[in-house]
């Protein structure tokens, strides 16, 4: 068991472009959950899956923010036509289907200039 | 919805020392759970500590210990022998029971630790 990986760690983006990221859970882990965390602050919950499908989604997931987890493994989280105020560092979190804690992966820091 | 207070945004301690770190919330729910997570760093969250809210003995994992006191809506985290890789941003997060929506954390703004040599 390798933990939550995340890829890639770092992102630069002009304003405007499109980026997606990449979480992989813990494998057998049913539930993954994407947080957006900006500096000082704890992080924000985005949207939720389980399994295949997206169960919840925050306000917070504007139109241009689209979550998928195509084969209830990896989850990808695309961002279109980035601005400033998206830089963050977006976290990945899995859990099993019946257990309380979160396993958080590193995040990947966007930037957009 | 509910909210996660942390009202000490740095703390500092010295090497060997307790300290102790404080977190409210409110909630309308008489079921759920509250954690302590660590962020080092390299920014990677780790689970410190958990507490189910219908138990009340305090949870505790070695150097670490919680005070929940339910009536008061109050989850403060003890650190006991403080050690130089306790320096990290600790975060103090609320679940509600598990359920198919809902199991979102909500998280307070976090308390950045130092240990002092």
């Known amino acids: 068991d390798t933990g939550v990986s995340q890829d890639p760690r770092h992102k630069i983006t002009k304003r405007g472009q499109n980026v997606t990221f990449r979480c992989d859970p813990i494998?057998?882990?049913?539930?993954l959950y994407w947080y957006r965390q900006t500096l000082g602050q704890g992080p924000e919950f985005l949207t939720y899956?389980?399994?295949?499908?997206?169960?919840?989604k925050s306000r917070l997931l504007s139109d241009r923010f689209s979550a998928e987890r195509p084969k209830g493994s990896f989850s990808t989280l695309e961002i279109q036509r980035t601005e400033q105020g998206d830089s963050a560092m977006y976290l990945c979190?899995?859990?099993?289907?019946?257990?309380?804690?979160?396993?958080f992966g590193p995040g990947t820091r966007l930037t957009v200039t | 919805a509910q909210t996660v207070t942390q009202s000490q945004p740095e703390m500092s301690v010295q090497e060997a020392e307790t300290v102790t770190l404080s977190c409210t919330y409110d909630?309308?729910?008489?079921?759920?759970?509250l954690f302590w997570y660590k962020q080092p760093p390299s920014r990677q969250m780790i689970l410190v500590i958990r507490?189910?809210?219908?138990?009340?003995q305090n949870a505790t994992e070695n150097r670490f210990s919680v005070n929940f006191q339910k009536a008061a809506k109050s989850f403060s985290l003890k650190i006991s022998d403080s050690q130089l890789g306790d320096a990290a941003m600790y975060f103090c997060?609320?679940?509600?029971?598990?359920?198919?929506?809902?199991?979102?954390?909500?998280f307070g703004t976090g308390t950045s630790l130092t240990v002092i040599p």
């Open positions: 997060a609320y679940r509600s029971p598990l359920s198919n929506t809902g199991n979102q954390f909500y």
């Open positions: 909630t309308s729910e008489s079921d759920y759970y």
């Open positions: 979190a899995s859990s099993p289907l019946m257990g309380y804690e979160q396993y």
């Open positions: 494998s057998e882990h049913n539930r």
């Open positions: 899956f389980q399994n295949e499908a997206q169960l919840e």
């Open positions: 507490q189910e809210a219908y138990k009340q």
